[in-house]
């Protein structure tokens, strides 16, 4: 059985940070494209970072560019977000995914499996 766990999340103030962690486990962790997306209260969900098998190729979406970091670590199934500069634009719902196969990086509906999600809430 396939599982995504996230955790890390809470109620920062706006520049604060924090670091998002997702563990996965009844996959071949390595094989697997790892991205985090993030849904808002009553937004569609939006693509944040990505991170290829091997951590070569990285993509962010312009709005976390300088400010967010995506690392993985294999040896423990496990892809980080690390958050700086936080937000109250950044206050959502984030979500772990993972694609075997993908075309299209930023697309939600490319990724295979998800977590459950972590709320990321961010006062002004």
């Known amino acids: 059985q396939v599982q995504l766990v996230e955790s890390g999340g809470g109620l920062v103030q706006a520049g604060d940070s924090l670091r998002l962690s997702c563990a996965a486990s009844g996959l071949p962790f390595s094989s697997y494209v790892m991205g985090w997306f993030r849904q808002g209260p009553g937004k569609e969900r939006e693509f944040v970072a990505a991170i290829s098998w091997s951590g070569s190729r990285i993509w962010y979406a312009d709005s976390v560019k300088g400010r967010f970091t995506i690392s993985r670590d294999n040896a423990k199934n496990t892809v980080y977000l690390q958050m700086n500069s936080l937000k109250p634009e950044d206050t959502a719902v984030y979500y772990c995914?993972?694609?075997?196969?993908?075309?299209?990086?930023?697309?939600?509906?490319?990724?295979?499996?998800w977590g459950q999600g972590t709320q990321v809430t961010v006062s002004s």
């Open positions: 995914g993972a694609a075997r196969n993908i075309r299209a990086i930023m697309r939600a509906y490319e990724y295979d499996y």
